[in-house]
């Protein structure tokens, strides 16, 4: 089975090319000749990943899927949530988003977080939706060499380690992306 991976996003797709069945064939955007930047117009995960997953199944005439994701601070209202990756503005910047994220949680004992991760599977033209969660706490101190985004500050429930510090493998078993990649992969068993 070919399918388009519908992200620039390195991280996620070093991620995802971990966790897809040795029979898949993954496309990037780039092999299937989509340059732009995908919308994500929407205030839901689920919005936005159907946006990116329908502009390039318009786009290409081909099954695709897309994620999307991001951390939820529910002490911080949902911050930074859908606007993960732009928290601290454009262009994207890891290290500011997660200086802002630290600085928005000075004062609050509430750290409280989970990741949110939809994935909209397009298969001729029809949406079909996959979705995981991690809960854990924001700490104040980045950590480790790993993952991207949030990683260095999110320690997993039942975890001592952030995710920046738990090898991919181990991360892919807990993560919000490993528990959507893993509802993803079961559905196209049966297709």
Known sequence: MKLIFASNNQGKLKEVQSMIRR????????????????????DTFEKNAW?????????????CFAEDSGL?????????????????????????NN???????????????????VICLMLQGKP???????????QAIARG?????????FVPEGWALTFAEIPLEEKN????RGAAMRAFTEFLNGV
């Open 145 to 153: 060499e790993g993952g991207f985004g949030y990683d260095p500050l």
């Open 173 to 176: 078993k807990i993560s919000h």
């Open 99 to 117: 200086e802002k994220l630290v600085r928005a949680l000075v004062g609050i004992s509430d750290h409280y977080a989970y990741y949110q991760s």
């Open 23 to 42: 029979d898949m064939e993954l496309m990037t955007l780039k092999e299937a000749g989509v340059w732009e930047e995908l919308p994500e117009p929407y």
């Open 72 to 96: 939820v601070v529910p002490a911080l209202n949902g911050a930074p949530g859908v606007y993960s990756a732009r928290y601290a503005g454009e262009p994207t910047n890891d290290a500011a």
């Open 51 to 63: 946006s990116k997953a329908d502009y390039v199944y318009r786009k290409t005439g081909l099954d």
């Open 128 to 138: 079909h939706y996959f979705e995981g969660r991690c809960a854990g706490t924001v």
